[in-house]
């Protein structure tokens, strides 16, 4: 069974980082996949953070973290990262892990391209 599992949240100031980790596993080759980060807070949509490419020179940003935040992948440990730097309180949400066998383009932004996803790190930014 294909699983995606996130780590790393925690509550920080304000300024402060944190960086996440989206550990794949279960037989799946996912070293093919296009790999993002969305984010969820109670009441609204899941909203799209990051992307990368299966090979990892691609990558794609919202607006709202351009900058701020880096998605990196390790390969050999089927691992996904996102460094988030400068948080702010606007960055608290539950934040979610996915996985895309589709091409990586335009549509990676989008969730309905996405059919792994995990259970979700809070990450909780202080004033």
């Known amino acids: 069974q294909a699983r995606l599992v996130e780590s790393g949240g925690g509550l920080v100031q304000a300024g402060g980082s944190l960086r996440l980790s989206c550990a794949a596993s279960?037989?799946?080759?996912?070293?093919?996949?296009?790999m993002a980060w969305f984010r969820q807070t109670p009441g609204k949509e899941r909203e799209f953070v990051a992307a990368?490419?299966?090979?990892?020179?691609?990558?794609a940003y919202a607006d709202s973290v351009k900058g701020r935040f880096t998605i990196s992948r390790d390969v050999g440990k089927n691992t996904v990262y996102l460094r988030m730097d400068s948080l702010k309180p606007e960055d608290t949400a539950v934040y979610y892990c996915?996985?895309?066998?589709?091409?990586?383009?335009?549509?990676?932004?989008?969730?309905?391209?996405?059919?792994?996803w995990g259970q979700g790190t809070q990450v909780t930014v202080s004033s």
């Open positions: 996915a996985a895309s066998p589709a091409a990586y383009g335009s549509r990676s932004r989008g969730p309905s391209v996405y059919d792994h």
């Open positions: 990368i490419s299966n090979g990892g020179s691609n990558t």
């Open positions: 279960g037989g799946h080759t996912f070293s093919t996949y296009v």
